[in-house]
């Protein structure tokens, strides 16, 4: 439990930088290109044995390294996108709520994967959690011609997340670093291939603030995904995927709200507080099923 806590409280360091990208005009893209160079050079110092290219490329999960590296970047400017057309709210909300799809993958691809009523009782109590401490009253419309722009967020991001945990099968403890190396390579090709075409259609110029902010933000984002891949390898956790994923999600939501009240001074509404109370108990419930 104390890796998926260390993951939570990086994640909302990292909800503090999205705010101080916002307030700096950084460019979320080279920031976060940024970012994954500087989580791969931190993979390959970690790295404590000879590298063995021939090992790597045979290995059970260089696939899912090289998938989830694209998604992760690939996801992250379609979440952008999908922010400008349909709102931060809207985006925010579908793509924590988008943990209901491994979910419901785990219990239908692993026949050991730990199910019962009180654990799909804790889900529901999360999904409305989430729903109404991240909404307000008249929060939650959009256009639907964007309805493809939700859909591929809601399940681009539960792709990311049945890779990522199925990837926990494959990993020897000694490949972890090995593992996230090509991760993060993945990523950072993918986002020079972004970037490149920018650079040539849209005319973006590289700014040194995007960069210098994307090597403080590679930091926390690198461990961040370090912790949250060693609690799902964690003994408590095994077999029980249907639980670790909606308490990550129930417990960033309710995390990055007090963040929001403590610091930015952000008012919540008596739906949020209700909304709040429900994920605290939707925690409780599956935490009950996790000891």
């Given at each position: 439990?104390?890796?998926?806590?260390?993951s939570?409280?990086?994640?909302?360091?990292?909800?503090v930088?999205?705010?101080?990208?916002?307030?700096?005009?950084?460019?979320?893209?080279?920031?976060l290109?940024?970012?994954?160079?500087?989580?791969?050079?931190?993979?390959?110092?970690?790295?404590?044995?000879?590298?063995?290219?021939?090992?790597?490329?045979?290995?059970?999960?260089?696939?899912?390294?090289?998938?989830?590296?694209?998604?992760?970047?690939?996801i992250?400017?379609?979440?952008?996108?999908?922010?400008?057309?349909?709102?931060?709210?809207?985006?925010s909300?579908?793509?924590?709520?988008?943990?209901i799809?491994?979910?419901?993958?785990?219990?239908?691809?692993?026949?050991?994967?730990?199910?019962?009523?009180?654990?799909?009782?804790?889900?529901?109590?999360?999904?409305?959690?989430?729903?109404?401490?991240?909404?307000?009253?008249?929060?939650?419309k959009?256009?639907?011609?964007?309805?493809?722009?939700?859909?591929?967020i809601?399940?681009?991001q539960?792709?990311?997340?049945?890779?990522?945990?199925?990837?926990?099968?494959?990993?020897?403890?000694?490949?972890?670093?090995?593992?996230?190396?090509?991760?993060?390579?993945?990523?950072?090709?993918?986002?020079?291939?972004?970037?490149?075409?920018?650079?040539?259609?849209?005319?973006?110029?590289?700014?040194?603030?995007?960069?210098?902010?994307?090597?403080i933000?590679?930091?926390?984002?690198?461990?961040?995904?370090?912790?949250?891949?060693?609690?799902?390898?964690?003994?408590?956790?095994?077999?029980?995927?249907?639980?670790?994923?909606?308490?990550?999600?129930?417990?960033?939501?309710?995390?990055?709200?007090?963040?929001?009240?403590?610091?930015?001074?952000?008012?919540?509404?008596?739906?949020?507080?209700?909304?709040?109370?429900i994920?605290?108990?939707?925690?409780?419930?599956?935490?009950?099923?996790?000891i």
């Amino acid at each position: 439990m104390i890796y998926l806590a260390i993951s939570i409280f990086l994640f909302n360091i990292l909800v503090v930088f999205f705010k101080l990208f916002e307030k700096y005009n950084i460019n979320n893209l080279q920031a976060l290109l940024t970012n994954y160079i500087v989580s791969t050079l931190l993979a390959f110092y970690f790295i404590e044995d000879t590298i063995n290219i021939k090992n790597i490329i045979e290995s059970e999960w260089i696939y899912h390294s090289i998938f989830i590296g694209i998604l992760f970047i690939s996801i992250f400017n379609i979440y952008a996108f999908c922010v400008q057309k349909v709102g931060i709210t809207i985006t925010s909300v579908i793509n924590k709520m988008s943990f209901i799809v491994p979910v419901i993958a785990s219990i239908i691809l692993y026949k050991d994967e730990s199910f019962s009523l009180s654990i799909l009782i804790g889900i529901v109590l999360a999904l409305i959690g989430i729903y109404f401490s991240s909404t307000n009253n008249s929060s939650f419309k959009f256009n639907n011609k964007y309805i493809w722009l939700i859909a591929i967020i809601f399940f681009g991001q539960g792709l990311v997340d049945i890779i990522l945990n199925d990837s926990k099968f494959h990993i020897n403890e000694n490949e972890t670093m090995l593992f996230f190396l090509m991760l993060f390579i993945s990523a950072s090709i993918t986002g020079l291939i972004i970037l490149s075409f920018q650079y040539k259609f849209r005319k973006v110029s590289i700014k040194l603030k995007n960069l210098i902010w994307g090597i403080i933000f590679g930091i926390p984002n690198f461990y961040s995904i370090l912790y949250f891949l060693k609690a799902l390898q964690s003994t408590e956790f095994i077999n029980k995927s249907s639980l670790i994923l909606p308490l990550n999600s129930v417990g960033v939501v309710v995390s990055t709200t007090l963040v929001g009240v403590i610091i930015y001074k952000e008012i919540l509404t008596r739906r949020n507080v209700v909304g709040i109370l429900i994920s605290i108990l939707s925690i409780l419930v599956i935490y009950y099923n996790v000891i």
